[in-house]
């Protein structure tokens, strides 16, 4: 039976007949690797999110973790999967050898983590959370650091979070308040409240690794005078053991509509509920220089903001699955036309408005799942291409495509999981099919790691104005490099590429007219708008470059021919969308701005 989870023959399609990355294997750092290593790991994930995650994502979902005042409880089933994801050193795929990783492309590396989250979205957190916790430290942490928190942590032995917003600021982190004292031994002792910490208590490991943003007294306001400092829960000591619990205690469990596998937090830092060394505060230890802590958690969030995609993603693809083998199976009513009442039923697939929400969503997930890999593979680019020049482009245009890949995955296979729900009809909505679950996991994505409206404040207000506007260059000329490409081969591709470059014209037209004046405010008055436009052209983008990964259409099999009808679906129906809200932003609109506050 085919998994239900993700493709693994899209999988396959996707990195070795498109992204090529049994290419990479020249290069010296994945060098001992080869298309069986690759293949190999992806079979382990395969099997491994498959018997160990996946059977208890129900579960932890009706059964929420609990808090007694003292301690949280989860199912036990999460730390058993846990335990087997560290036995894997998947954790470590993508990681330098010299602290235990497989070096691993990025590309293969992020496939693989892929099976987790379409398998059980909530207990892969625990994972991925530490993971960007770990490659902050490894960029950003010292040595000692490293020794004492980095490789417990991708051991499995430490689990790690981000603690950034106050229930006071939310994303407004120049608002942060909580403070980091100095004290004479070098360490800090911190005092403060953290909201919304994912992760951030639990009996899953020995430990658990606070990242947490705070100021040192005297530190200029707003972001410039944010610092970051590492705050365990439990103190470690020079030789790696643990010691006495530190101040930071748990104050509440949030319960959320989604990813209730999760535990998410109220933390109290320094309230005194434990005294390490007789007094109240958090033992916290500063991370690189002072007030350069936003600056190296954007590591971690940038970071994050594409894993956030890819778990929207999977969300989106293992509900387009579980959907289609529904539709599949489920008999129900007669062709139009049908005159005899007497007549067998026919399994829903055969309506057409149940084939065009199973398309829909394979052009949806298909389509995100390109772009995730794509990103990891230019973050293959940036860290081991050979000329610089190669290195420095691939960083723009990777730092052009993460608000697109974090806020289109999250809003589009969003809207699958919302169409399988339609194709399964009253059972859709029911807790006895899963695709219930995936859609209210997926609803908290579009507000995870930075909300839409963050995004597209990113994208049109920084990505696609900096350096005098290289990155909107970058990001159109290499659009442009893929229609060129398909121009020459000619027919349903050229046809294809025509409709691309027109849209890619319309990016280019749209920000010019926007920036015309220099005025922020009117500029990013409809910023999502713009954000939702660029992100449809870039999965044009993404479908076309799959077309030209195909073989002539004759020597294609059913799969090649679904991808054809996919790219065609997407570009009749979704492409077209952009049109209306390019009008909209060139004119400038003030409908909303103008819209008074006191007016609702």
């Known amino acids: 039976m085919p998994s239900t989870l993700l493709s693994r023959r899209d999988l396959d399609f996707l990195l070795h007949e498109w992204l090529r990355v049994s290419e990479l294997v020249e290069r010296p750092r994945y060098a001992e690797h080869s298309r069986e290593t690759f293949d190999d790991a992806l079979d382990l994930a395969e099997r491994v999110a498959t018997e160990q995650f996946a059977p208890h994502n129900r579960a932890a979902d009706l059964a929420e973790p609990t808090f007694d005042g003292q301690r949280v409880r989860l199912i036990p089933q999460v730390r058993a999967a846990l335990d087997s994801f560290a036995e894997t050193g998947l954790l470590t795929a993508g990681l330098d050898?010299?602290?235990?990783?497989?070096?691993?492309?990025?590309?293969?590396?992020?496939?693989?983590?892929?099976?987790?989250?379409?398998?059980?979205?909530?207990?892969?957190?625990?994972?991925?959370?530490?993971?960007?916790?770990?490659?902050?430290?490894?960029?950003?942490?010292?040595?000692?650091?490293?020794?004492?928190?980095?490789?417990?942590?991708?051991?499995?032995?430490?689990?790690?979070?981000?603690?950034?917003?106050?229930?006071?600021?939310?994303?407004?982190?120049?608002?942060?308040?909580?403070?980091?004292?100095?004290?004479?031994?070098?360490?800090?002792?911190?005092?403060?409240?953290?909201?919304?910490?994912?992760?951030?208590?639990?009996?899953?490991?020995?430990?658990?690794?606070?990242?947490?943003?705070?100021?040192?007294?005297?530190?200029?306001?707003?972001?410039?005078?944010?610092?970051?400092?590492?705050?365990?829960?439990?103190?470690?000591?020079?030789?790696?053991?643990?010691?006495?619990?530190?101040?930071?205690a748990l104050a509440g469990l949030n319960h959320k509509m989604g990813f209730r596998g999760t535990t998410n937090t109220l933390l109290s830092f320094g309230d005194g509920a434990h005294t390490p060394a007789g007094r109240a505060g958090a033992v916290g230890h500063l991370v690189g220089a002072p007030h350069q802590g936003l600056a190296q958690m954007f590591h971690m969030m940038n970071e994050a903001r594409i894993g956030v995609g890819a778990g929207a993603t999977a969300l989106g693809y293992t509900g387009y699955l579980k959907s289609l083998a529904y539709a599949k199976e489920r008999p129900q009513g007669r062709p139009v036309g049908a005159k005899d009442p007497a007549a067998a039923q026919v399994p829903i697939i055969d309506h057409p408005d149940v084939r065009r929400m199973l398309l829909a969503q394979k052009s949806y997930v298909e389509g995100a799942l390109a772009l995730v890999l794509y990103c990891a593979r230019l973050l293959d680019e940036q860290k081991t291409a050979p000329a610089e020049a190669d290195r420095e482009r691939a960083h723009l245009l990777l730092d052009v495509l993460t608000p697109i890949t974090k806020s289109w995955p999250s809003q589009w296979c969003l809207a699958a999981n919302d169409l399988a729900i339609q194709v399964l009809g009253g059972a859709g909505y029911t807790r006895d099919h899963d695709v219930e679950q995936h859609y209210r996991d997926n609803r908290l994505n579009p507000i995870h790691e930075g909300t839409h409206g963050i995004q597209a404040l990113d994208l049109l207000g920084r990505k696609m104005i900096m350096q005098g506007g290289a990155g909107l260059t970058l990001l159109t000329t290499t659009i442009g490099d893929t229609v060129e490409r398909a121009g020459k081969v000619g027919g349903e591709a050229a046809e294809l590429a025509d409709r691309l470059a027109a849209a890619v014209d319309r990016i280019t037209a749209v920000t010019r007219r926007l920036w015309a004046d220099g005025d922020p405010v009117l500029a990013l008055a409809n910023a999502s708008a713009y954000l939702e436009a660029v992100g449809h052209v870039v999965i044009a983008w993404m479908w076309l470059e799959q077309v030209l990964a195909l073989p002539a259409e004759s020597a294609g099999d059913a799969f090649h021919a679904g991808k054809r009808q996919a790219a065609r679906y997407f570009f009749t129906v979704e492409l077209p969308r952009t049109g209306p809200q390019f009008d909209l932003l060139e004119s400038r609109d003030r409908t909303t701005l103008d819209m008074r506050p006191d007016w609702f």
């Open 97 to 248: 050898a010299t602290v235990g990783g497989l070096q691993l492309p990025h590309a293969v590396a992020a496939a693989c983590f892929t099976w987790f989250q379409a398998a059980n979205v909530a207990t892969s957190a625990y994972p991925f959370l530490t993971l960007g916790n770990a490659n902050l430290l490894l960029a950003h942490g010292s040595p000692e650091q490293v020794d004492t928190y980095v490789r417990p942590m991708l051991d499995g032995r430490f689990f790690g979070t981000m603690c950034l917003s106050e229930p006071h600021a939310g994303s407004s982190l120049a608002d942060i308040t909580t403070r980091a004292e100095p004290q004479a031994d070098g360490t800090y002792r911190l005092f403060g409240t953290k909201m919304w910490i994912s992760g951030g208590d639990h009996e899953l490991a020995e430990n658990i690794v606070h990242l947490v943003l705070a100021r040192i007294p005297g530190a200029p306001p707003g972001v410039k005078g944010i610092s970051l400092f590492i705050v365990p829960k439990v103190l470690v000591g020079p030789d790696g053991s643990l010691g006495e619990r530190n101040d930071v």
